[in-house]
């Protein structure tokens, strides 16, 4: 009987955690935003960019990867970004799902504009692969790449049947937004800290934009 009990109150723990995880992770998300916040708050040099910007520079940096990095980029921009939202709206036949992808890209670019005024970093200057202008922090191209492709990966789970199909697409997705992240740092645009902090506030954005527009635009 004690034996029942216990293993009562441990899958009772283990359910709370599961149906839970999402908020767990919003917690995370949104201590690890604030501490790397205050730091740039105060103008400190960071550590993490100290060393991803020796790793980048000494061992990563070379002539075949360069215009790949350029390339991967373009992806995490405004054009592209709007192109791929017209696309699926256009190839979407549920227009409530093609106006939620447009939505969330505005929203998350909106925030990300937001923050980089609030706290206005200036942009590394230590080396410049290309030329880019604005504020620092938090990185828009990682931000809202991750709040975007991010969106369609929970789409593709919701809706995709094919399970082949359906994890292969997550796959690249998700590869996608670290590449990107990765080359924002690589192409001399962003500091470490930047990137991390871009993926921080749209993962704990996007929890927040499934859970409305599950309830009142998708319905799914």
Not at 11 to 19: A, S
Not at 161 to 172: A, F, G, R, S
Not at 182 to 207: E, K, N, P, Q
Request: proline share 2%.
């Amino acid at each position: 009987m004690e034996q029942k009990t216990k293993e009562t109150k441990e899958n009772n723990i283990k359910e709370f955690f599961i149906k839970n995880l999402k908020w767990f992770i919003l917690f995370i998300c949104v201590v690890g935003f604030i501490d790397i916040a205050e730091s740039v708050f105060h103008q400190e040099i960071m550590k993490r960019d100290v060393i991803g910007y020796n790793f980048i520079s000494e061992y990563i940096i070379c002539d075949f990867l360069t215009p790949i990095a350029k390339f991967i980029t373009n992806f995490g921009s405004a054009i592209i970004l709007i192109l791929i939202a017209t696309i699926l709206f256009v190839a979407i036949k549920n227009k409530r799902i093609g106006i939620s992808i447009y939505l969330n890209l505005a929203v998350s670019a909106t925030i990300n504009f937001s923050l980089k005024n609030i706290l206005q970093r200036p942009r590394p200057t230590e080396f410049r692969i290309i030329d880019e202008t604005g504020y620092s922090f938090p990185s828009g191209h990682s931000m809202v790449s991750m709040a975007f492709y991010g969106f369609l990966i929970y789409l593709i789970y919701k809706n995709v049947k094919n399970k082949y199909l359906k994890w292969t697409l997550i796959t690249l997705l998700s590869l996608l937004i670290v590449l990107i992240g990765v080359s924002r740092i690589y192409l001399g645009v962003h500091y470490t800290s930047d990137v991390l902090a871009g993926f921080f506030v749209a993962i704990s954005y996007l929890i927040i934009y499934t859970s409305t527009v599950n309830k009142l635009i998708m319905k799914i």
